[in-house]
Protein backbone atom coordinates (compact mmCIF):
# COMPACT_ATOMS: atom_id res chain seq x y z
CA UNK A 1 0.00 0.00 0.00
CA UNK A 2 2.72 2.68 0.81
CA UNK A 3 4.86 1.34 -2.40
CA UNK A 4 1.48 2.17 -4.12
CA UNK A 5 1.16 5.74 -2.97
CA UNK A 6 4.57 6.54 -3.61
CA UNK A 7 3.94 5.86 -7.44
CA UNK A 8 0.98 7.17 -7.22
CA UNK A 9 2.03 10.59 -6.20
CA UNK A 10 5.09 10.72 -8.61
CA UNK A 11 2.51 9.25 -11.58
CA UNK A 12 0.51 12.96 -10.38
CA UNK A 13 3.58 14.51 -10.44
CA UNK A 14 3.87 15.04 -6.79
CA UNK A 15 7.59 14.17 -6.67
CA UNK A 16 8.31 15.69 -3.12
CA UNK A 17 6.04 12.78 -1.29
CA UNK A 18 6.47 10.19 -4.34
CA UNK A 19 9.32 7.42 -3.82
CA UNK A 20 12.03 9.79 -2.77
CA UNK A 21 10.47 9.13 0.43
CA UNK A 22 11.62 5.73 0.75
CA UNK A 23 14.86 5.69 2.57
CA UNK A 24 13.41 8.21 5.26
CA UNK A 25 10.21 5.95 5.21
CA UNK A 26 12.39 2.26 5.74
CA UNK A 27 14.89 4.29 8.47
CA UNK A 28 11.09 4.80 10.33
CA UNK A 29 9.84 1.54 10.00
CA UNK A 30 13.61 -0.20 10.75
CA UNK A 31 13.81 1.97 13.94
CA UNK A 32 10.23 1.84 15.47
CA UNK A 33 9.25 5.55 14.88
CA UNK A 34 6.57 3.71 12.56
CA UNK A 35 4.93 1.11 13.63
CA UNK A 36 4.36 -1.41 10.23
CA UNK A 37 1.28 -3.58 10.65
CA UNK A 38 0.10 -2.04 14.01
CA UNK A 39 -3.75 -2.65 14.28
CA UNK A 40 -6.40 0.84 13.59
CA UNK A 41 -8.63 0.91 16.69
CA UNK A 42 -11.41 2.99 17.24
CA UNK A 43 -11.47 5.11 19.98
CA UNK A 44 -14.82 6.46 20.00
CA UNK A 45 -17.60 6.64 17.69
CA UNK A 46 -21.44 7.58 16.13
CA UNK A 47 -22.68 6.62 13.23
CA UNK A 48 -21.04 9.64 11.85
CA UNK A 49 -17.87 10.52 13.90
CA UNK A 50 -15.02 8.48 14.66
CA UNK A 51 -11.44 9.24 16.61
CA UNK A 52 -9.19 6.31 15.54
CA UNK A 53 -6.06 5.35 16.81
CA UNK A 54 -3.89 4.50 13.83
CA UNK A 55 -1.12 2.86 16.35
CA UNK A 56 2.14 4.62 14.45
CA UNK A 57 1.71 2.36 11.44
CA UNK A 58 2.44 3.47 8.07
CA UNK A 59 0.08 6.64 7.45
CA UNK A 60 -0.81 5.83 3.87
CA UNK A 61 -2.32 2.20 5.68
CA UNK A 62 -4.24 4.25 8.30
CA UNK A 63 -5.48 6.72 6.34
CA UNK A 64 -6.78 4.09 3.68
CA UNK A 65 -8.72 2.33 6.35
CA UNK A 66 -9.69 5.81 7.79
CA UNK A 67 -11.21 6.65 3.98
CA UNK A 68 -13.03 3.19 4.47
CA UNK A 69 -14.60 3.70 7.68
CA UNK A 70 -15.87 7.38 6.63
CA UNK A 71 -17.70 6.01 3.72
CA UNK A 72 -18.76 3.02 4.95
CA UNK A 73 -20.52 5.72 7.80
CA UNK A 74 -21.22 8.52 4.80
CA UNK A 75 -23.43 5.71 3.11
CA UNK A 76 -25.40 4.92 5.53
CA UNK A 77 -25.72 8.14 7.23
CA UNK A 78 -25.42 11.07 4.37
CA UNK A 79 -21.95 11.82 5.99
CA UNK A 80 -19.07 11.29 8.05
CA UNK A 81 -16.29 13.07 9.49
CA UNK A 82 -13.36 11.04 11.12
CA UNK A 83 -10.29 12.22 12.52
CA UNK A 84 -6.40 10.35 13.80
CA UNK A 85 -4.48 10.44 16.58
CA UNK A 86 -0.73 8.85 16.42
CA UNK A 87 -1.00 8.60 12.36
CA UNK A 88 2.27 9.05 10.66
CA UNK A 89 3.12 10.78 7.60
CA UNK A 90 -0.07 10.28 4.77
CA UNK A 91 1.75 11.22 1.87
CA UNK A 92 -0.30 12.75 -1.00
CA UNK A 93 -3.29 14.41 0.71
CA UNK A 94 -5.48 14.44 -2.31
CA UNK A 95 -5.26 10.88 -3.25
CA UNK A 96 -7.90 9.74 0.11
CA UNK A 97 -10.36 12.71 -1.06
CA UNK A 98 -9.52 11.52 -4.70
CA UNK A 99 -10.66 7.98 -3.28
CA UNK A 100 -14.24 9.51 -1.65
CA UNK A 101 -15.04 11.26 -5.11
CA UNK A 102 -14.47 7.79 -6.68
CA UNK A 103 -16.98 7.09 -5.27
CA UNK A 104 -19.46 9.64 -5.89
CA UNK A 105 -19.03 11.17 -2.48
CA UNK A 106 -17.29 14.80 -1.41
CA UNK A 107 -14.31 14.52 0.30
CA UNK A 108 -12.83 17.22 2.49
CA UNK A 109 -9.41 16.14 4.03
CA UNK A 110 -6.82 18.33 5.85
CA UNK A 111 -3.76 17.28 7.38
CA UNK A 112 -1.14 18.96 10.41
CA UNK A 113 1.92 18.34 11.67
CA UNK A 114 3.47 17.95 14.95
CA UNK A 115 5.70 20.60 16.98
CA UNK A 116 8.92 19.78 15.36
CA UNK A 117 7.23 20.42 11.31
CA UNK A 118 6.38 24.19 12.73
CA UNK A 119 8.06 26.15 9.65
CA UNK A 120 5.28 29.16 9.15
CA UNK A 121 5.08 31.59 10.93
CA UNK A 122 1.71 32.91 12.11
CA UNK A 123 0.35 35.80 10.49
CA UNK A 124 2.53 38.96 11.72
CA UNK A 125 4.95 36.37 13.37
CA UNK A 126 8.57 35.53 12.71
CA UNK A 127 8.84 32.65 14.63
CA UNK A 128 7.30 28.97 13.41
CA UNK A 129 3.93 27.94 14.89
CA UNK A 130 2.29 26.07 12.42
CA UNK A 131 2.93 23.00 9.63
CA UNK A 132 2.72 23.79 5.96
CA UNK A 133 -0.80 22.54 6.83
CA UNK A 134 -2.53 21.10 4.03
CA UNK A 135 -6.20 20.84 2.88
CA UNK A 136 -7.50 19.20 -0.19
CA UNK A 137 -11.35 18.34 -1.47
CA UNK A 138 -12.25 16.40 -4.36
CA UNK A 139 -16.12 15.60 -5.96
CA UNK A 140 -16.86 13.65 -8.94
CA UNK A 141 -17.63 14.47 -12.27
CA UNK A 142 -17.62 11.79 -15.04
CA UNK A 143 -14.16 12.29 -16.28
CA UNK A 144 -11.40 12.85 -13.81
CA UNK A 145 -12.31 14.38 -10.35
CA UNK A 146 -11.69 17.99 -9.73
CA UNK A 147 -9.04 17.56 -7.24
CA UNK A 148 -7.52 20.36 -4.86
CA UNK A 149 -4.45 19.78 -2.79
CA UNK A 150 -3.09 22.43 -1.69
CA UNK A 151 -0.54 23.60 1.60
CA UNK A 152 -1.82 26.50 3.38
CA UNK A 153 1.40 28.28 3.58
CA UNK A 154 3.22 30.00 0.64
CA UNK A 155 5.75 27.22 -0.07
CA UNK A 156 6.86 23.75 1.27
CA UNK A 157 9.44 23.58 2.72
CA UNK A 158 11.15 20.98 0.20
CA UNK A 159 10.99 23.79 -1.95
CA UNK A 160 13.32 25.55 0.37
CA UNK A 161 15.61 22.85 1.45
CA UNK A 162 16.01 22.37 -2.92
CA UNK A 163 16.56 25.89 -3.78
CA UNK A 164 19.49 25.51 -0.85
CA UNK A 165 20.72 22.67 -2.35
CA UNK A 166 20.84 23.68 -6.25
CA UNK A 167 22.35 27.21 -5.11
CA UNK A 168 19.19 29.32 -6.23
CA UNK A 169 17.20 31.71 -4.85
CA UNK A 170 13.21 31.15 -3.49
CA UNK A 171 10.84 33.24 -5.09
CA UNK A 172 10.43 36.48 -3.26
CA UNK A 173 7.36 36.67 -0.23
CA UNK A 174 7.78 33.11 0.46
CA UNK A 175 10.04 33.23 3.45
CA UNK A 176 11.65 35.53 6.44
CA UNK A 177 14.72 35.04 8.36
CA UNK A 178 15.41 34.32 11.82
CA UNK A 179 15.16 38.32 12.68
CA UNK A 180 11.75 37.83 10.52
CA UNK A 181 13.07 40.26 7.59
CA UNK A 182 11.41 38.79 3.91
CA UNK A 183 14.32 37.34 2.14
CA UNK A 184 14.75 35.06 -1.12
CA UNK A 185 18.16 33.20 0.58
CA UNK A 186 17.50 30.19 1.13
CA UNK A 187 20.60 29.66 3.99
CA UNK A 188 18.77 32.83 5.31
CA UNK A 189 15.64 30.71 6.59
CA UNK A 190 17.92 27.69 8.12
CA UNK A 191 19.96 30.19 10.02
CA UNK A 192 20.94 29.94 12.90
CA UNK A 193 18.52 32.13 14.12
CA UNK A 194 15.73 30.12 12.24
CA UNK A 195 13.67 31.96 9.67
CA UNK A 196 9.97 31.14 8.82
CA UNK A 197 8.27 30.13 5.77
CA UNK A 198 4.86 32.79 5.20
CA UNK A 199 1.43 31.67 5.49
CA UNK A 200 -0.49 31.97 1.84
CA UNK A 201 -1.29 34.72 0.67
CA UNK A 202 1.27 37.49 0.25
CA UNK A 203 0.12 40.37 1.71
CA UNK A 204 -3.57 38.74 2.30
CA UNK A 205 -1.83 36.10 4.38
CA UNK A 206 -4.42 36.58 7.21
CA UNK A 207 -6.44 34.23 5.38
CA UNK A 208 -3.70 31.54 4.74
CA UNK A 209 -3.04 31.62 8.11
CA UNK A 210 -6.50 31.43 8.86
CA UNK A 211 -7.07 28.67 7.06
CA UNK A 212 -3.92 26.62 8.61
CA UNK A 213 -5.61 27.08 12.14
CA UNK A 214 -8.87 25.60 10.83
CA UNK A 215 -6.80 22.31 9.55
CA UNK A 216 -4.97 22.62 13.19
CA UNK A 217 -8.52 22.35 14.84
CA UNK A 218 -10.15 19.81 12.26
CA UNK A 219 -7.07 17.34 12.14
CA UNK A 220 -5.38 17.88 15.22
CA UNK A 221 -7.29 19.40 18.28
CA UNK A 222 -10.80 17.81 17.75
CA UNK A 223 -9.07 14.51 18.68
CA UNK A 224 -7.63 15.45 21.36
CA UNK A 225 -4.19 16.51 19.94
CA UNK A 226 -1.81 19.23 21.97
CA UNK A 227 -0.78 21.42 19.10
CA UNK A 228 1.58 23.19 21.48
CA UNK A 229 3.30 19.61 22.44
CA UNK A 230 5.40 16.99 19.74
CA UNK A 231 3.50 14.13 19.57
CA UNK A 232 4.74 10.50 18.61
CA UNK A 233 2.25 10.97 15.12
CA UNK A 234 3.82 12.77 12.84
CA UNK A 235 0.37 14.19 11.05
CA UNK A 236 -3.06 14.85 12.18
CA UNK A 237 -5.34 13.98 9.69
CA UNK A 238 -9.04 14.18 9.06
CA UNK A 239 -11.59 13.11 6.50
CA UNK A 240 -14.95 14.41 5.65
CA UNK A 241 -17.28 12.34 3.10
CA UNK A 242 -20.52 13.86 2.18
CA UNK A 243 -22.56 11.55 0.39
CA UNK A 244 -24.57 13.99 -2.00
CA UNK A 245 -27.70 11.54 -2.13
CA UNK A 246 -28.50 12.93 1.48
CA UNK A 247 -29.17 16.09 -0.44
CA UNK A 248 -29.93 16.87 -4.25
CA UNK A 249 -28.61 13.18 -5.23
CA UNK A 250 -26.15 11.25 -6.88
CA UNK A 251 -26.90 11.70 -10.48
CA UNK A 252 -27.84 15.61 -10.65
CA UNK A 253 -24.63 15.80 -8.04
CA UNK A 254 -22.64 14.92 -10.84
CA UNK A 255 -24.44 16.40 -13.55
CA UNK A 256 -23.61 19.80 -12.18
CA UNK A 257 -20.16 19.42 -10.82
CA UNK A 258 -19.78 18.24 -14.53
CA UNK A 259 -21.33 21.99 -15.97
CA UNK A 260 -19.54 24.18 -13.34
CA UNK A 261 -16.32 22.50 -14.83
CA UNK A 262 -17.46 22.76 -18.18
CA UNK A 263 -18.77 26.48 -17.38
CA UNK A 264 -15.24 27.18 -15.66
CA UNK A 265 -13.39 26.18 -18.77
CA UNK A 266 -15.40 28.27 -20.97
CA UNK A 267 -13.61 31.10 -19.97
CA UNK A 268 -11.41 32.67 -22.34
CA UNK A 269 -7.86 32.39 -21.49
CA UNK A 270 -6.09 35.45 -19.89
CA UNK A 271 -2.93 36.71 -21.41
CA UNK A 272 -0.08 33.89 -20.97
CA UNK A 273 -2.72 31.02 -20.39
CA UNK A 274 -3.59 28.62 -23.38
CA UNK A 275 -6.83 27.51 -21.35
CA UNK A 276 -8.74 27.68 -18.23
CA UNK A 277 -8.82 23.66 -16.37
CA UNK A 278 -10.62 22.80 -13.24
CA UNK A 279 -8.45 21.69 -10.55
CA UNK A 280 -6.51 18.14 -11.09
CA UNK A 281 -6.75 18.43 -14.68
CA UNK A 282 -2.51 18.87 -14.84
CA UNK A 283 -2.05 16.29 -12.36
CA UNK A 284 -4.24 13.90 -13.84
CA UNK A 285 -2.67 14.35 -17.84
CA UNK A 286 0.66 14.05 -16.17
CA UNK A 287 0.01 10.46 -14.81
CA UNK A 288 -1.63 9.26 -18.77
CA UNK A 289 2.06 11.16 -19.21
CA UNK A 290 4.34 9.22 -17.16
CA UNK A 291 2.23 6.28 -17.49
CA UNK A 292 2.88 6.02 -21.14
CA UNK A 293 6.33 7.33 -20.91
CA UNK A 294 7.79 6.58 -17.57
CA UNK A 295 8.73 8.34 -14.21
CA UNK A 296 11.46 10.39 -14.41
CA UNK A 297 13.89 9.68 -11.62
CA UNK A 298 17.38 11.60 -10.90
CA UNK A 299 20.38 10.62 -9.49
CA UNK A 300 19.53 11.66 -5.82
CA UNK A 301 16.46 10.28 -5.87
CA UNK A 302 17.78 6.65 -7.48
CA UNK A 303 20.73 6.63 -4.26
CA UNK A 304 17.66 6.93 -2.23
CA UNK A 305 16.15 4.31 -3.24
CA UNK A 306 19.51 2.02 -3.29
CA UNK A 307 20.36 3.55 0.31
CA UNK A 308 16.62 2.33 1.53
CA UNK A 309 17.29 -1.41 -0.28
CA UNK A 310 21.02 -1.68 1.76
CA UNK A 311 19.07 -0.61 4.87
CA UNK A 312 17.03 -3.98 4.40
CA UNK A 313 20.14 -6.21 3.58
CA UNK A 314 19.60 -5.73 -0.10
CA UNK A 315 21.90 -4.63 -2.68
CA UNK A 316 20.44 -2.34 -5.86
CA UNK A 317 23.33 -1.28 -8.56
CA UNK A 318 22.52 2.05 -10.19
CA UNK A 319 21.98 0.18 -13.37
CA UNK A 320 19.01 -1.61 -12.07
CA UNK A 321 17.17 1.38 -12.54
CA UNK B 1 -33.09 40.41 12.65
CA UNK B 2 -32.30 42.08 9.66
CA UNK B 3 -31.87 45.74 11.27
CA UNK B 4 -29.41 43.88 13.98
CA UNK B 5 -27.09 41.65 11.59
CA UNK B 6 -26.95 44.98 9.48
CA UNK B 7 -25.55 46.82 12.74
CA UNK B 8 -23.57 43.80 13.99
CA UNK B 9 -21.82 43.91 10.88
CA UNK B 10 -20.87 47.55 11.40
CA UNK B 11 -19.73 47.27 14.62
CA UNK B 12 -17.55 44.28 14.13
CA UNK B 13 -15.91 46.69 11.23
CA UNK B 14 -17.58 44.99 8.29
CA UNK B 15 -19.12 48.43 6.63
CA UNK B 16 -19.41 46.98 3.52
CA UNK B 17 -22.20 44.59 5.36
CA UNK B 18 -23.76 46.70 7.25
CA UNK B 19 -26.19 49.60 7.24
CA UNK B 20 -25.07 50.79 3.54
CA UNK B 21 -27.40 48.07 2.42
CA UNK B 22 -30.31 49.18 4.06
CA UNK B 23 -31.71 50.93 1.01
CA UNK B 24 -31.38 47.71 -1.39
CA UNK B 25 -33.03 45.16 0.93
CA UNK B 26 -35.68 47.77 1.47
CA UNK B 27 -36.20 48.07 -2.54
CA UNK B 28 -35.90 44.30 -3.16
CA UNK B 29 -38.75 43.71 0.05
CA UNK B 30 -41.30 46.17 -1.82
CA UNK B 31 -40.45 45.40 -5.37
CA UNK B 32 -40.97 41.18 -4.06
CA UNK B 33 -37.08 40.49 -4.77
CA UNK B 34 -37.20 39.74 -1.70
CA UNK B 35 -40.12 38.06 0.10
CA UNK B 36 -40.02 39.00 3.88
CA UNK B 37 -41.50 37.00 6.22
CA UNK B 38 -41.98 33.90 3.63
CA UNK B 39 -41.55 30.81 5.64
CA UNK B 40 -38.55 28.31 5.52
CA UNK B 41 -39.44 24.57 4.33
CA UNK B 42 -37.20 21.99 5.01
CA UNK B 43 -37.26 20.15 1.66
CA UNK B 44 -35.10 16.85 2.55
CA UNK B 45 -33.37 15.80 5.63
CA UNK B 46 -31.41 13.17 7.98
CA UNK B 47 -30.55 13.29 11.19
CA UNK B 48 -27.35 15.22 10.27
CA UNK B 49 -28.47 16.51 6.84
CA UNK B 50 -31.06 19.00 5.40
CA UNK B 51 -31.85 20.99 2.62
CA UNK B 52 -33.97 24.14 3.23
CA UNK B 53 -36.28 26.21 0.89
CA UNK B 54 -35.67 29.57 2.45
CA UNK B 55 -38.34 30.69 -0.06
CA UNK B 56 -36.39 34.38 -0.76
CA UNK B 57 -37.22 35.47 2.77
CA UNK B 58 -34.36 37.88 4.02
CA UNK B 59 -31.09 35.81 4.03
CA UNK B 60 -30.27 37.31 7.32
CA UNK B 61 -33.65 35.62 9.07
CA UNK B 62 -33.31 32.56 6.86
CA UNK B 63 -29.77 31.86 7.56
CA UNK B 64 -30.41 32.04 11.80
CA UNK B 65 -32.90 29.74 11.09
CA UNK B 66 -30.45 27.18 9.70
CA UNK B 67 -28.48 28.05 12.59
CA UNK B 68 -30.42 26.17 14.83
CA UNK B 69 -31.10 23.48 12.61
CA UNK B 70 -27.95 22.76 12.56
CA UNK B 71 -27.11 23.42 15.69
CA UNK B 72 -29.93 21.30 17.10
CA UNK B 73 -29.13 17.96 14.98
CA UNK B 74 -25.40 18.25 15.83
CA UNK B 75 -26.05 18.00 19.72
CA UNK B 76 -28.36 15.36 18.76
CA UNK B 77 -25.90 13.59 16.20
CA UNK B 78 -22.57 15.01 16.37
CA UNK B 79 -22.76 16.98 13.51
CA UNK B 80 -24.73 18.70 10.73
CA UNK B 81 -24.65 20.21 7.38
CA UNK B 82 -27.21 22.21 6.11
CA UNK B 83 -27.77 23.84 2.53
CA UNK B 84 -30.34 26.10 1.42
CA UNK B 85 -31.94 27.06 -2.02
CA UNK B 86 -33.77 30.17 -2.79
CA UNK B 87 -31.79 32.27 0.33
CA UNK B 88 -31.17 35.68 -0.05
CA UNK B 89 -28.08 37.71 0.70
CA UNK B 90 -27.10 36.62 4.26
CA UNK B 91 -24.95 39.42 5.13
CA UNK B 92 -21.96 39.09 6.86
CA UNK B 93 -20.65 34.99 6.56
CA UNK B 94 -18.87 35.34 10.00
CA UNK B 95 -22.31 36.02 12.15
CA UNK B 96 -23.55 32.21 11.63
CA UNK B 97 -20.33 30.31 12.46
CA UNK B 98 -20.33 32.54 15.39
CA UNK B 99 -23.32 31.75 16.78
CA UNK B 100 -21.66 27.93 16.71
CA UNK B 101 -19.01 28.93 18.19
CA UNK B 102 -20.93 30.75 20.92
CA UNK B 103 -22.81 27.26 21.63
CA UNK B 104 -19.31 25.51 21.88
CA UNK B 105 -19.12 24.15 18.77
CA UNK B 106 -17.29 24.45 15.51
CA UNK B 107 -18.85 26.17 12.61
CA UNK B 108 -17.86 26.44 9.31
CA UNK B 109 -19.97 28.10 6.19
CA UNK B 110 -19.81 28.90 2.80
CA UNK B 111 -21.76 31.16 0.25
CA UNK B 112 -21.64 31.42 -3.55
CA UNK B 113 -23.08 33.89 -5.46
CA UNK B 114 -25.44 33.69 -8.20
CA UNK B 115 -24.47 33.54 -11.99
CA UNK B 116 -25.17 37.80 -12.53
CA UNK B 117 -22.86 37.92 -9.87
CA UNK B 118 -19.67 36.29 -11.62
CA UNK B 119 -17.25 38.69 -11.36
CA UNK B 120 -13.99 36.62 -10.27
CA UNK B 121 -12.37 34.58 -13.13
CA UNK B 122 -11.17 31.10 -13.38
CA UNK B 123 -7.60 30.70 -12.76
CA UNK B 124 -6.05 31.51 -16.35
CA UNK B 125 -9.04 33.09 -17.71
CA UNK B 126 -10.52 36.43 -18.45
CA UNK B 127 -14.14 36.12 -17.80
CA UNK B 128 -16.03 36.34 -14.46
CA UNK B 129 -17.24 32.31 -13.83
CA UNK B 130 -17.40 32.56 -9.73
CA UNK B 131 -18.49 34.77 -7.57
CA UNK B 132 -16.00 36.32 -4.71
CA UNK B 133 -17.42 32.89 -2.61
CA UNK B 134 -16.87 33.65 0.88
CA UNK B 135 -15.45 30.78 3.11
CA UNK B 136 -15.76 31.64 7.41
CA UNK B 137 -15.32 29.39 10.42
CA UNK B 138 -15.56 29.95 13.93
CA UNK B 139 -14.28 27.93 17.21
CA UNK B 140 -14.90 28.37 20.59
CA UNK B 141 -12.61 29.88 23.16
CA UNK B 142 -12.85 31.17 26.54
CA UNK B 143 -12.71 34.59 25.48
CA UNK B 144 -13.81 36.10 22.00
CA UNK B 145 -13.96 32.77 19.31
CA UNK B 146 -11.65 32.25 16.53
CA UNK B 147 -13.45 33.70 13.52
CA UNK B 148 -11.92 33.68 10.13
CA UNK B 149 -14.12 35.17 7.04
CA UNK B 150 -12.70 34.92 3.71
CA UNK B 151 -13.34 35.95 0.50
CA UNK B 152 -11.81 33.33 -2.30
CA UNK B 153 -10.90 36.29 -4.44
CA UNK B 154 -8.44 39.03 -4.02
CA UNK B 155 -10.52 41.86 -3.33
CA UNK B 156 -14.75 42.53 -3.01
CA UNK B 157 -15.98 43.98 -6.18
CA UNK B 158 -17.15 46.80 -3.35
CA UNK B 159 -13.93 47.76 -2.74
CA UNK B 160 -13.45 48.32 -7.03
CA UNK B 161 -16.49 50.14 -7.33
CA UNK B 162 -15.19 52.31 -4.25
CA UNK B 163 -12.14 52.69 -5.93
CA UNK B 164 -13.83 54.20 -9.24
CA UNK B 165 -15.99 56.37 -7.11
CA UNK B 166 -13.26 57.95 -5.12
CA UNK B 167 -10.90 57.90 -8.18
CA UNK B 168 -7.95 55.86 -7.03
CA UNK B 169 -6.17 52.94 -7.71
CA UNK B 170 -6.85 49.59 -7.38
CA UNK B 171 -3.83 47.21 -5.43
CA UNK B 172 -2.03 45.37 -7.86
CA UNK B 173 -2.27 41.92 -8.65
CA UNK B 174 -6.35 41.98 -7.70
CA UNK B 175 -8.14 42.91 -11.27
CA UNK B 176 -7.65 42.38 -14.71
CA UNK B 177 -8.99 44.90 -17.79
CA UNK B 178 -11.69 43.12 -20.77
CA UNK B 179 -8.84 41.46 -22.44
CA UNK B 180 -7.59 40.14 -19.38
CA UNK B 181 -4.17 42.16 -19.21
CA UNK B 182 -3.48 43.31 -14.97
CA UNK B 183 -4.84 46.62 -14.32
CA UNK B 184 -5.12 48.92 -11.57
CA UNK B 185 -7.56 50.85 -13.18
CA UNK B 186 -11.57 50.51 -11.55
CA UNK B 187 -12.64 51.96 -14.78
CA UNK B 188 -10.36 49.30 -16.84
CA UNK B 189 -12.50 46.81 -14.73
CA UNK B 190 -15.77 47.78 -15.42
CA UNK B 191 -15.28 48.74 -19.33
CA UNK B 192 -16.85 47.68 -21.28
CA UNK B 193 -15.78 45.15 -22.09
CA UNK B 194 -16.08 43.79 -18.61
CA UNK B 195 -13.14 42.84 -16.33
CA UNK B 196 -12.80 40.75 -14.18
CA UNK B 197 -11.42 40.13 -10.09
CA UNK B 198 -8.60 37.50 -9.71
CA UNK B 199 -9.28 34.42 -7.72
CA UNK B 200 -7.22 34.97 -4.07
CA UNK B 201 -3.36 34.32 -4.17
CA UNK B 202 -1.36 36.16 -6.72
CA UNK B 203 0.68 34.30 -8.58
CA UNK B 204 -1.16 31.12 -6.57
CA UNK B 205 -4.28 32.00 -7.89
CA UNK B 206 -5.03 28.46 -8.27
CA UNK B 207 -5.21 27.90 -4.81
CA UNK B 208 -8.35 30.59 -4.02
CA UNK B 209 -9.80 29.16 -7.32
CA UNK B 210 -10.09 25.95 -5.85
CA UNK B 211 -11.16 27.37 -2.93
CA UNK B 212 -14.06 29.34 -5.04
CA UNK B 213 -14.74 25.95 -6.70
CA UNK B 214 -15.14 23.58 -3.24
CA UNK B 215 -17.69 26.91 -2.09
CA UNK B 216 -19.93 26.39 -5.38
CA UNK B 217 -20.12 23.07 -4.81
CA UNK B 218 -20.91 22.97 -0.88
CA UNK B 219 -22.97 25.77 -0.99
CA UNK B 220 -24.73 25.41 -4.38
CA UNK B 221 -24.53 22.31 -6.25
CA UNK B 222 -24.85 19.78 -3.29
CA UNK B 223 -28.07 21.90 -2.82
CA UNK B 224 -29.22 21.01 -6.70
CA UNK B 225 -28.28 24.39 -7.50
CA UNK B 226 -27.09 24.58 -11.29
CA UNK B 227 -24.27 27.54 -10.94
CA UNK B 228 -24.65 28.30 -14.92
CA UNK B 229 -28.40 29.16 -14.80
CA UNK B 230 -29.03 32.70 -12.69
CA UNK B 231 -31.34 31.80 -9.48
CA UNK B 232 -33.51 33.60 -7.74
CA UNK B 233 -31.77 33.38 -4.58
CA UNK B 234 -28.58 35.72 -4.21
CA UNK B 235 -27.05 33.32 -2.04
CA UNK B 236 -26.10 29.23 -2.00
CA UNK B 237 -25.66 29.33 1.49
CA UNK B 238 -24.21 26.06 3.71
CA UNK B 239 -23.52 25.59 7.20
CA UNK B 240 -21.70 22.73 8.35
CA UNK B 241 -21.67 22.48 12.85
CA UNK B 242 -19.73 19.86 14.41
CA UNK B 243 -20.24 19.43 18.18
CA UNK B 244 -16.64 18.54 19.72
CA UNK B 245 -18.30 16.14 22.43
CA UNK B 246 -18.97 13.85 19.69
CA UNK B 247 -15.09 13.73 19.81
CA UNK B 248 -12.54 15.07 22.56
CA UNK B 249 -15.07 16.38 24.60
CA UNK B 250 -16.24 20.13 24.91
CA UNK B 251 -14.12 21.10 27.24
CA UNK B 252 -10.89 19.72 26.22
CA UNK B 253 -11.62 21.07 22.83
CA UNK B 254 -12.06 24.70 24.15
CA UNK B 255 -9.38 24.17 26.12
CA UNK B 256 -7.05 23.35 23.42
CA UNK B 257 -8.12 26.15 20.93
CA UNK B 258 -6.88 28.73 23.94
CA UNK B 259 -3.77 26.86 23.96
CA UNK B 260 -3.53 27.07 20.26
CA UNK B 261 -4.64 30.77 20.28
CA UNK B 262 -1.98 31.31 23.04
CA UNK B 263 0.78 29.34 21.09
CA UNK B 264 0.23 31.61 17.57
CA UNK B 265 0.21 34.86 20.11
CA UNK B 266 3.75 34.03 21.75
CA UNK B 267 5.32 34.17 18.41
CA UNK B 268 7.88 37.30 18.34
CA UNK B 269 5.70 40.03 16.14
CA UNK B 270 7.82 40.64 12.45
CA UNK B 271 9.42 43.70 11.66
CA UNK B 272 6.22 46.19 10.91
CA UNK B 273 3.70 44.19 13.40
CA UNK B 274 3.38 45.05 16.93
CA UNK B 275 1.64 41.84 17.88
CA UNK B 276 0.69 38.07 16.25
CA UNK B 277 -3.47 38.15 16.72
CA UNK B 278 -5.64 34.99 16.11
CA UNK B 279 -8.14 35.56 13.31
CA UNK B 280 -11.41 37.50 14.59
CA UNK B 281 -9.40 39.80 17.54
CA UNK B 282 -9.25 43.20 15.22
CA UNK B 283 -12.97 42.28 14.21
CA UNK B 284 -14.09 42.13 18.63
CA UNK B 285 -11.71 45.15 19.43
CA UNK B 286 -13.60 47.06 16.93
CA UNK B 287 -16.58 45.77 18.15
CA UNK B 288 -15.73 47.43 21.91
CA UNK B 289 -14.27 50.46 20.69
CA UNK B 290 -17.32 51.40 17.96
CA UNK B 291 -19.87 49.95 21.18
CA UNK B 292 -18.08 52.79 23.19
CA UNK B 293 -17.88 55.63 20.52
CA UNK B 294 -20.48 54.80 18.36
CA UNK B 295 -20.12 53.35 14.51
CA UNK B 296 -18.74 56.19 12.31
CA UNK B 297 -21.39 56.61 9.31
CA UNK B 298 -20.46 58.97 6.44
CA UNK B 299 -22.85 60.88 4.15
CA UNK B 300 -23.09 58.38 1.48
CA UNK B 301 -24.21 56.06 3.99
CA UNK B 302 -26.81 58.15 5.66
CA UNK B 303 -28.28 59.10 2.45
CA UNK B 304 -29.12 55.68 1.91
CA UNK B 305 -30.52 55.17 5.24
CA UNK B 306 -32.22 58.86 4.22
CA UNK B 307 -33.55 56.81 0.68
CA UNK B 308 -34.19 53.70 2.31
CA UNK B 309 -36.70 55.48 4.91
CA UNK B 310 -38.09 57.67 2.15
CA UNK B 311 -38.81 54.24 0.10
CA UNK B 312 -41.52 53.58 3.41
CA UNK B 313 -42.80 56.81 3.65
CA UNK B 314 -40.78 57.48 6.26
CA UNK B 315 -39.30 61.62 6.37
CA UNK B 316 -35.98 61.62 8.03
CA UNK B 317 -33.57 64.67 8.14
CA UNK B 318 -29.39 64.93 7.68
CA UNK B 319 -29.65 66.13 11.21
CA UNK B 320 -31.36 62.77 13.07
CA UNK B 321 -28.69 60.83 12.91
Known sequence: MVADDLVEANLMGYDSHGVMRLETYVDFALTGRVKSGSPLRIVKETPVTAIVDCGLNFGQVSAAQMVNIAC????????????????????????????????????????????IGHVVAPWGGREGRLGTNPLAFAAPTKGWPVVLDMSTSMIPEGKVNLAREERKSVPSGCIRDGVGNPTTDPNAFYGPPRG??????????????????????????????????????????SLIAIDPEAFC???????????????????????????????????FRMREKRLAEGIPVDDNVWNAVVGAARLVGITLQPDQL
Open 72 to 115: AKAKQAGMAYIVAKNCCHVGRLGSYVQKVAELGMLGISTCNNRK
Open 196 to 237: TILPFGSEYGYKGYGLSMLVEIMGGIMAGEDATVDQPGFNGF
Open 249 to 283: GATLFTDLVDRLCAYQMSAAPAPGFNEVVVPGVYD
